[in-house]
């Protein structure tokens, strides 16, 4: 841990008074040991956010018509990849080898697409199912200019050796209430991407293959996610949070600069999800800080939650993202599930 990530703790671990008395995941919807081999014919193609759909028309193993539908990478996240709209056409026969899902038996997550003409396309491999994304290029600096926190952002890969996510600590401390909440949410159900909501600033900066991008507007910095076409706002010119702030997912934020690195605290937060399956209350509060790595010019988030009613101590984690020079794309959700077909 350097420097200015143990100062930053330390901060954290300062303002926290105690209060006495796990992107939804690939694995929590498929199975990856489970690879299915569809032979049809495409019916349909939903080309959108949070996920693409594509309907295969075939026939089970008893002789009966059936409708497949395969869950693809969202539309923001395809284009990346150089595809659009054209990329199944509707009558072609296809074959697709993919993943079959936990909770549907005509439900699969797309692997590979075999087309009529010999080609192919591949979304996520079948050997180690690890989902291919888009390369992505390091915007170029001008000479002799140094990395800032300001610029285009973007994920570096999806496992956890390229997914620039650090380990989370403190979640080991939950608490009774914190259990209890848990307990009652669905991991699939109850993801905010599929609501078409954001859900938390922590899971707006590690969507893979979305972009963040990251301005100074005077006494502001805007921060711009992608993922659910959030716009955070950090106000430079406040020291506190104003008390008739409405609450929501990503919270108010007031902010600070110590040197280069930007120090955000958030605050006025509804009920919700940090990431993954850590929930929170409307009491929480959130402290991350922006940094660029002296060996790899990355964007490094750190970040640190307080909430004492689900956790005894912070939660913490980290978040690097690389430089990229792609162009910010719109993501325009759709909160809609498949169509389902008899």
Same mark, same amino acid.
């Given at each position: 841990?350097?420097?200015?990530?143990?100062?930053?703790?330390?901060?954290?671990?300062?303002?926290?008074?105690?209060?006495?008395?796990?992107?939804?995941?690939?694995?929590?919807?498929?199975?990856?040991?489970?690879?299915?081999?569809?032979? %049809?014919?495409?019916?349909?193609?939903?080309?959108?956010?949070?996920? %693409?759909?594509?309907?295969?028309?075939?026939?089970?193993?008893?002789?009966? !018509?059936?409708?497949?539908?395969?869950?693809?990478?969202?539309?923001?996240?395809?284009?990346?990849?150089?595809?659009?709209?054209?990329?199944?056409?509707?009558?072609?026969?296809?074959?697709?080898?993919?993943?079959?899902?936990?909770?549907? /038996?005509?439900?699969?997550?797309?692997?590979?697409?075999?087309?009529?003409?010999?080609?192919?396309?591949?979304?996520?491999?079948?050997?180690?199912?690890?989902?291919?994304?888009?390369?992505?290029?390091?915007?170029?600096?001008?000479?002799?200019?140094?990395?800032?926190?300001? %610029? #285009?952002?973007?994920? $570096?890969?999806?496992?956890?050796?390229?997914?620039?996510?650090?380990?989370?600590?403190?979640?080991?401390?939950? #608490?009774?209430?914190?259990?209890?909440?848990?307990?009652?949410?669905? $991991?699939?159900?109850?993801?905010?991407?599929?609501?078409?909501? !954001?859900?938390? !600033?922590?899971?707006?900066?590690?969507?893979?293959?979305?972009?963040?991008? +990251?301005?100074?507007?005077?006494?502001?910095?805007?921060?711009?996610?992608?993922?659910?076409?959030?716009?955070?706002?950090?106000?430079?010119?406040?020291?506190?949070?104003?008390?008739?702030? /409405? *609450?929501?997912?990503? @919270?108010?934020?007031?902010?600070?600069?110590?040197?280069?690195?930007?120090?955000?605290?958030?605050?006025?937060?509804?009920? @919700?999800?940090?990431?993954?399956? +850590?929930?929170?209350?409307?009491?929480?509060?959130?402290?991350?800080?922006?940094?660029? #790595?002296?060996?790899?010019?990355?964007?490094?988030?750190?970040?640190?939650?307080?909430? *004492?009613?689900?956790?005894?101590?912070?939660?913490?984690?980290?978040?690097?993202?690389?430089?990229?020079?792609?162009?910010?794309?719109?993501?325009?959700?759709?909160?809609? !599930? /498949?169509?389902?077909?008899?």
């Amino acid at each position: 841990m350097n420097t200015s990530s143990k100062l930053f703790l330390a901060l954290v671990l300062a303002s926290f008074i105690p209060i006495a008395s796990a992107h939804h995941g690939f694995s929590a919807h498929f199975d990856s040991s489970k690879v299915v081999r569809i032979e %049809g014919t495409i019916k349909r193609f939903d080309f959108r956010n949070p996920h %693409g759909y594509l309907y295969i028309d075939t026939i089970d193993d008893a002789g009966e !018509p059936v409708v497949w539908v395969c869950d693809l990478q969202s539309r923001s996240q395809l284009i990346r990849k150089g595809a659009d709209e054209t990329l199944f056409t509707v009558g072609e026969s296809i074959v697709v080898e993919g993943f079959a899902a936990r909770r549907d /038996p005509q439900r699969c997550e797309f692997g590979v697409g075999y087309f009529a003409d010999g080609s192919s396309f591949v979304m996520r491999s079948i050997d180690e199912a690890s989902t291919q994304f888009a390369d992505n290029k390091a915007e170029a600096l001008p000479e002799g200019a140094d990395r800032t926190i300001f %610029g #285009t952002w973007i994920r $570096p890969g999806l496992s956890d050796e390229t997914s620039g996510r650090g380990r989370v600590t403190g979640n080991d401390s939950i #608490t009774a209430a914190g259990e209890a909440a848990v307990a009652a949410f669905d $991991p699939i159900t109850d993801q905010p991407s599929i609501h078409c909501k !954001p859900g938390s !600033p922590v899971r707006s900066w590690s969507p893979p293959g979305l972009a963040t991008s +990251i301005h100074q507007d005077r006494d502001k910095v805007i921060i711009y996610h992608e993922s659910m076409d959030v716009t955070r706002t950090v106000h430079l010119d406040m020291h506190e949070h104003p008390s008739d702030i /409405p *609450p929501s997912e990503m @919270g108010h934020s007031i902010g600070h600069f110590d040197g280069d690195d930007l120090l955000i605290d958030t605050a006025a937060f509804s009920t @919700g999800v940090l990431v993954r399956s +850590i929930l929170h209350t409307d009491q929480m509060v959130l402290h991350e800080r922006l940094s660029i #790595t002296e060996d790899t010019d990355r964007l490094h988030i750190e970040w640190a939650m307080v909430d *004492p009613a689900y956790y005894a101590e912070p939660v913490t984690g980290s978040q690097e993202l690389h430089s990229t020079n792609r162009e910010l794309i719109q993501y325009d959700c759709v909160a809609e !599930p /498949p169509i389902g077909y008899e």
